[in-house]
């Protein structure tokens, strides 16, 4: 257990109780969405990154999609490859943290949402590279031209959330963005506790570090789980939506 990352050990510890969460009561409409946004025929290769309990991938496989899933956690690739057999679905479940991805195909889209791996950072990760990496790992597996739909934390909220005390007392860095605290689970009848980081944007950000990774950004809209739609983003949801398309060189 030293050797796994912080998220790594909540999420091993979380998963049997994943789908509890409000949040994963939507699935359907997501998807729907999803497909929608995406424009892509049954038959496509979707890479989900931080694919978690495996939700969005398995709905996708059931209406014909050819589905990766890549997560950091084996607890959640667990209840994911669980749901897929429940789903009568067959899915590629891969234990890989996004930030080192190699992909061995390209992929005709990808999704990276509801904080299975960007955002989520590590006592020792960069606020910066920790997430460009992801980006950078995504553009690579991508056709020339496909779409990426991410969602992120909104650092809107955080910065509306938290006071000069809170900064004060090292709960919020403004200069990264980023969260600090403890993540709590119970595991075999024992509570359990991990510190973690959680990193925010604004929309402007967004769209310069897809930039960065060789994307072009169509669209920010609204990214709270269960509620997605063309809509503008409220400052105090708790994720923003950026659509972006691989640039062709």
Request: with cysteine; charged share 25%.
């Amino acid at each position: 257990m030293a050797d796994k990352k912080e998220w790594e050990l909540f999420f091993d510890g979380h998963a049997p109780h994943y789908f509890e969460n409000v949040f994963t009561k939507a699935t359907i409409e997501e998807v729907d969405f999803i497909i929608n946004e995406l424009g892509l025929k049954p038959g496509a290769q979707i890479l989900d990154m931080g694919c978690g309990a495996g939700r969005h991938s398995v709905e996708l496989t059931r209406r014909g999609y050819r589905m990766t899933g890549v997560d950091l956690s084996q607890g959640m690739l667990d209840q994911a490859a669980r749901l897929a057999r429940e789903a009568g679905v067959e899915v590629e479940f891969i234990k890989c943290d996004a930030t080192q991805f190699v992909p061995d195909r390209e992929y005709d889209g990808a999704i990276c949402l509801c904080e299975g791996a960007f955002s989520l950072l590590g006592i020792d990760d960069g606020p910066f590279e920790h997430d460009m990496a992801i980006l950078h790992n995504i553009n690579r597996a991508l056709k020339p031209n496909a779409k990426l739909i991410l969602t992120a934390l909104n650092g809107m909220t955080m910065i509306r959330q938290y006071s000069s005390e809170d900064i004060a007392e090292g709960k919020f860095d403004p200069i990264t963005m980023t969260e600090h605290g403890s993540m709590e689970w119970e595991e075999n009848g024992e509570k359990r506790s991990v510190y973690i980081r959680e990193r925010g944007y604004v929309p402007t950000e967004l769209v310069l570090m897809l930039h960065h990774a060789g994307f072009d950004a169509e669209n920010v809209w609204g990214g709270t789980a269960g509620d997605w739609g063309h809509r503008a983003v409220d400052p105090d949801e708790i994720e923003i939506m950026v659509i972006g398309w691989k640039k062709i060189e």
